[in-house]
């Protein structure tokens, strides 16, 4: 569990795929809300019960459903989701494990000697076989939102620098760094396209760490630059509010501020060019940053709602009631509501019975069993085609054109990779 921002470590190893990218990130950070977000409080409450599996050789199922964990201002429930993906993850690290291995599950470990004084992180999991030269170190994501990658992943190299500083390099004295392999595994179990294996050495690792130590040097520059880009804004607490990252984003799609100055007082809208117009070059990179576009404006919306709130006379925008939710029964009401749709329409009409999905049905039988008795009697169709980067572990889709031929459809917003 990555709690390393909790405990004030500015340069944890959670946070480094920004602040290495961006060396003015973390004081532009500073001083504003750290919000954790629903997912990340999941996340936090799948590491515990994934930790105490690996520590008390426990299984999922061990523990009690329904389960309700307060973190960061959210209420958690332990639910049948987090026990069936769990699994998977805990049979990959179990089936690593052999005699004489040592294992290290939620491990604070210093990373300091790359990141500067007092800095740490928190391994999920770190698997040392001294016998074999051997170093494996496993990371949990619960995430479904935005897929990791295990390649040359900044949060992994100062995981495993941290334990080789920790523990490590005193297993392995006297031996070459470059004869010692290191393994980085990810598993998100709920991201189409998220973690898998990268095997690497030690002493990459370690040369790695040099270019970690510069970086981290360069943060603690006071006028440290701020560099915009798709990962390192993608989480940014100063996303919205940095100059910088606007002047990146509206240059992703052709706006300038000058521009918008002079649209507003015309009253017309901004004029994007024709996507038809443009080079496939730029279009890979509007694709590319879409996403951290879009977190952009919501981070406006948000901020544009607080100002209406505050009193201040907003320009041009006014503040509605919006769609309104899912209509449910009233939890203290419920037998009451089933009583009085039965006399209205009959015990037979009140209620659905239906056959549980493939997805339920699954999880209340197990893979296994499911895969024997079950998966004769389901289909499902052929995953519409996406655009991912080249880099996601996904295989291309080989000879596209002759595989797929519905039409070009401009107004097709299914291309969303995060649902």
Sequence with gaps: MSDEEGEHSLRGPSGATGWRRCHGKI???????????REAAQGTVFHEYAAMCLMFDLEPEHF???????????????????????HEGLDWVRDQLEPGDILLVERKVDTSPWAGPGEFGTADVIIIKVRKRRIINFDWKYGKGVPVSPVKNDQMYLYSLGAWNDYAEALFEGVDPAEIAVDFHIEQPRAQGGGGDWPTTMAEVLAE?????????????????????????LFCRAAGQCAEQQKYLLGVFGQKFDDIAEDIELGVGPAFDDPAKLSLEVRSFVLLHWKAFKRYVDRIHALTLHDLKCGRDVPLLKAVTGRPGKRVYMEEHLAE???????????????????????VA??????????????????????KPILVPLDDKRPAIQDYASKFDEDFDDDDDDNDDDE
Excluded at 209 to 228: C, F, Q, S
């Design 209 to 233: 760490g040099v270019k970690i130590r510069e970086d981290a040097l360069a943060t603690m520059d006071p006028n440290a630059p701020r560099t915009p880009g798709e990962k390192q804004c």
């Design 27 to 37: 004081n532009a950070e500073r001083g504003l809300p750290d919000k954790v977000g």
């Design 337 to 359: 509501a089933g009583e009085a749709l039965v006399k209205l329409v009959g015990e037979e009409d009140a209620y659905e019975t239906k056959l549980l999905s493939p997805a």
């Design 64 to 86: 009690p459903l329904g389960t309700i964990h307060k973190v960061d201002g959210w209420e958690i429930e332990f639910d049948e989701d987090m026990q069936h993906f769990m």
């Design 362 to 383: 699954e999880k209340a039988v197990g893979k296994k069993v499911f895969a024997a008795q079950m998966k004769a009697f389901v289909t499902q169709s052929p995953g």
